[in-house]
């Protein structure tokens, strides 16, 4: 299984959606503040968008598909959290309407 995690963990980073590659733009390379971020990283049985190992920070890029998706975004978010994460979802508009917004909010979580 850990494999095919693994495999689905490439695929994704591969193909991330235009909100997750401007936001990746901004996270890569340490330019946020010097935090090193990783990609489409598994955790247990669920991969996470982006990840601060350093600082156990989450961050999501949510699309309309998760719209229907609250349950499993919550047992989710539960699981990451027993792991000694936090975890910050953001809309893809969110994004793109207020990218520097987006970041700070991710900075304030880092530094808090």
């Known amino acids: 299984m850990k ?4 495999h689905r963990a490439r695929t994704l980073r591969k193909n991330m959606s235009s909100a997750e590659n401007r936001i990746w733009y901004f996270l890569r390379n340490r330019r946020l503040n010097g935090y090193r971020f990783v990609r489409e990283f598994a955790i247990g049985p669920y991969i996470a968008d ?5 600082k156990k920070l989450i961050i999501e890029v949510d699309g309309g598909q998760h719209m229907g998706a609250v349950e ?20 893809n508009n ?8 987006v970041l700070e909010s991710i900075l304030n979580l880092l530094e808090a």
Not at 3 to 6: A, R, S, W
Not at 50 to 54: A, D, I, K, P, Q
Not at 94 to 101: A, I, L, Q, Y
């Open 94 to 101: 969110e994004v793109f309407k207020n990218t520097r917004g």
């Open 3 to 6: 494999e095919t995690l693994k």
């Open 72 to 91: 499993y975004d919550n047992r989710r978010t539960k699981f990451l959290e027993k792991e000694g994460y936090s975890v910050i979802r953001v809309w």
């Open 50 to 54: 982006f990840v601060c190992r350093e």
